[in-house]
């Protein structure tokens, strides 16, 4: 599948989703100009520690890279909606297509 | 602390008084002293809840001593220090460091652990625990040992 036609598809999707309410619109911003873009967050959660355990947040988003072609660790997301912030800590899934990254909100 | 109580329990309690000391008014680098509890206890590390999540003190296994010099009822015990802090990309080893500083520097200082019959009571590790991708917390796990005699 060409980069063209895998970014269509990703593209009508992100669209569905956002009419949805499944996806959010976001300001992307690492420090250059912030970029207006479409997200789909997924919220999950973690524990560390045995005794004492701390229950904490993994949080997950996703990008179009028609929109945000190179997200950086350490970048911020900007939920439009309700200003929830997050910084972007590790990539973990990067296609033609959408990057997909952990997010941070410590 | 009522007398009656185990030793071993009263060892907990010794613990979490000395570990309640840790303020950063008292010269440590953190408040981690600010919330210590001797029961299990799970924190969400989101936004409402204070920088410094509880520290646990659990006393864990005991067992005969090996020390073959010892008195014969004499028995030993570990204890596990969970301290947790929130933290983000920037902080965490840092305060997970300071965690460690002032824990070490707590427990060597003398405590009351006479009147309670437990001797060489002594921290005998501290570990950073991995933190997973996206936690906004850091935890530090801390293993030491006592010698009691039971009542």
Not at chain 1, 56 to 68: D, H, I, N, W
Not at chain 2, 71 to 90: H, M, P, T, Y
Request: charged content about 20%; glycine content about 6%.
């Amino acid at each position: 599948m060409s980069n063209a036609g895998l970014s269509s598809i990703d593209a009508r999707v992100m669209a569905s989703m956002l009419r949805a309410g499944l996806a959010d619109a976001a300001v992307y911003s690492d420090g250059v100009s912030p970029v207006n873009c479409s997200v789909m967050i997924e919220r999950d959660t973690q524990i560390i520690g045995e005794s004492g355990q701390v229950v904490g947040q993994k949080t997950s988003v996703v990008f179009l890279r028609a929109e945000v072609p190179k997200p950086k660790q350490r970048a911020t997301v900007t939920v439009t909606a309700n200003g929830e912030q997050w910084t972007l800590e590790s990539k973990f899934f990067e296609d033609e297509s959408i990057s997909q990254w952990i997010l941070n909100r410590g | 602390m009522a007398s009656s109580d185990p030793v071993t329990w009263q060892l907990a309690l010794v613990i979490q008084a000395q570990l309640q000391t840790v303020l950063s008014a008292s010269g440590f680098y953190t408040d981690i002293g600010t919330t210590v509890v001797v029961e299990d206890v799970q924190t969400s590390s989101d936004d409402s809840i204070p920088d410094f999540l509880p520290v646990v003190v659990h006393v864990d296994k005991t067992q005969r001593t090996t020390d073959p010099t010892a008195n014969k009822r004499q028995r030993s015990v570990e204890f596990i220090i969970g301290a947790g802090v929130r933290a983000n990309l920037d902080n965490a080893m840092l305060l997970a460091h300071q965690i460690i500083a002032d824990i070490e520097k707590v427990m060597d200082r003398q405590a009351p652990y006479a009147p309670i019959n437990v001797r060489s009571a002594k921290l005998l590790s501290c570990e950073i625990i991995k933190r997973p991708e996206g936690m906004n917390a850091i935890v530090v796990q801390c293993t030491g040992t006592a010698n009691y005699l039971p009542s």
